[in-house]
């Protein structure tokens, strides 16, 4: 399958699954709110969150179990933690994660997820200038 073709289906997988959950259940789809609502631990597995946050970790499995393509994290235990925490730290301060603002907010036409994800995709154009021209790395 070509790769700009799996990108879109993936897009258009996620949309709907953004839309379907907000449709179904009345509520948003942004990573961070559906782990805080599966946080109380009397009401787990009660919430739709739950299912939906269990579904994003299983699927990359089945997948890897369908396909001939091998998933291979290059990183060290450290770093990944680290970056965890640096995500979880950017989702606090920006009241919400980049899914739930880019995905959930704009299709709202939230302007604070407007500016949310404006910032985000510029922090990162920023950071591949800088690592591609300024540091030479590849």
Avoid: D
């Avoid at 961070?32 to 969150?49: C, D, H, R, Y």
């Avoid at 089945?62 to 990944?80: C, D, G, K, V």
């Amino acid at each position: 399958m070509h790769p700009f073709l799996t990108a879109f289906l993936g897009g258009v997988m996620l949309g709907l699954a953004a839309v379907g959950y907000l449709y179904v259940h009345g509520r948003i789809a942004g990573i961070s709110g559906l782990i805080a609502q599966v946080m109380n631990p009397l009401t787990l597995f009660k919430t739709p969150a739950f299912w939906f946050l269990a579904g994003l970790f299983i699927i990359p499995f089945a997948y890897a179990q369908l396909t001939i393509t091998n998933i291979e994290l290059n990183a060290s235990p450290w770093m990944m933690i680290i970056a965890g925490l640096l995500v979880g730290f950017g989702t606090r301060m920006g009241s919400g994660c980049t899914s739930g603002h880019g995905i959930c907010g704009i299709s709202r036409l939230s302007k604070r997820s407007f500016v949310a994800t404006g910032s985000f995709m510029l922090a990162g154009a920023i950071t591949v200038y800088v690592m591609r021209h300024v540091l030479g790395a590849q």
